[in-house]
């Protein structure tokens, strides 16, 4: 485990020592890994860090909003709103890692284009070690390691929590004190909500997962998952009323894990999958069926793609 004492003081150091006397630009997504690593890199270098929070589009219910909330007391913090460029970026893509890659490409076109009006040679990234491992065997690419275009127009990139697993990441968090809201909080894919929609990344699947997520986090929190979302899976037939739809199949996912490296599907109890069936095809009449994974990891991922 970390000792995340000595950890913060390394960090900010080796931050310090990395940007120099230049700017930086954080990329910053609301989840643990990225407001740790705005965090240490604001102690190291203060006003000469710009947060940049990308709105792509693809993010959770309320996100835009928590994140200016969260971290009102960074005054440099910068909201682009991008839904349209990451959409059009994705438009017609099935395949999962040039998903990825096209969103891993969008991303650092927008802090480049950031870094320009912040002046800013370096970008901070909250890239933790199992982002690195999965890349790097070929898992999947991960948007801010296996992701990235072969050309980066920065002096450097800084990445402070690279050697750290995610519940090593919450221990730092917690010593920096930050929100409970940011230190618990459940993960979060950093290509958001388009690997949560299996097949082409569309406006309207989109919304479905968004809300679908939304009520599976509501309605499993008081059984504590590591992780719990919904993902837009395919069509089926389904009646609603005493007509016939051909709608969307909604698989849900709630597992239990330390570090996210293996996990095991929660045993829900079916009284809560019931609510969580009933809410999701109540709430939007294009959904025709809900599902449970009961899948564990190996052999599949958490996520869908």
């Known amino acids: 485990m970390v000792d995340a004492p000595s950890f913060i003081e390394d ?34 270098i203060g006003d000469r860090l710009t947060p940049v929070y990308v709105d792509t589009g693809l993010m959770r219910k309320g996100e835009t909003d928590q994140i200016r909330e969260t971290f009102s007391y960074m005054d440099s913090l910068r909201v682009v709103e991008a839904q349209d460029r990451f959409l059009d970026a994705l438009a017609g893509i099935t395949d999962p890692e ?23 040679d370096y970008l901070v990234q909250g890239t933790i070690y199992p982002d690195r491992i999965e890349s790097e065997g070929n898992i999947k ?28 990441v919450r221990d730092v968090a917690r010593e920096l004190g930050l929100e409970e809201i940011i230190s618990e909080r459940m993960p979060f894919p950093g290509p958001g909500l388009a690997i949560r929609v299996v097949g082409e990344v569309t406006r309207e699947k989109v919304e479905i997962a968004r809300e679908a997520c939304h009520i599976v986090e509501e309605e499993t929190a008081e059984h504590d998952p590591w992780q719990a979302f919904a993902a ?8 609603k009323g005493d007509n016939r739809v051909h709608g969307w199949i909604v698989s849900v996912r709630s597992v239990e894990s330390r570090d996210g490296m293996t996990a095991r ?7 809560t999958l019931q609510r969580i069936q009933s ?27």
Do not use: C, M
């Open 11 to 44: 960090a900010v150091e080796e931050i310090e020592g990395a940007v120099g006397d230049a700017n930086a630009i954080i990329a910053l997504s609301g989840g643990v890994d990225s407001s740790v690593a705005a965090a240490l890199a604001y102690r190291a």
């Open 98 to 120: 040039e998903k990825r890659h096209a969103i891993g490409e969008q991303f650092i076109r927008e802090f480049e284009r950031e870094a320009v009006s912040a002046d800013a």
């Open 141 to 168: 690419s991960h948007h801010n390691v296996g992701g990235l275009p072969e050309v980066v127009d920065f002096e450097g990139l800084v990445e402070p929590v690279r050697e750290l697993y995610k519940d090593e």
């Open 232 to 239: 837009v899976v395919g069509k089926a037939t389904g009646v």
């Open 265 to 271: 599907a929660q045993e829900l109890p079916w009284e």
């Open 279 to 305: 809410r999701i095809t109540g709430e939007n009449e294009n959904v025709a069926r809900v599902v449970y994974d009961v899948t564990h990891k190996p052999p599949a991922t958490i996520e869908y793609e």
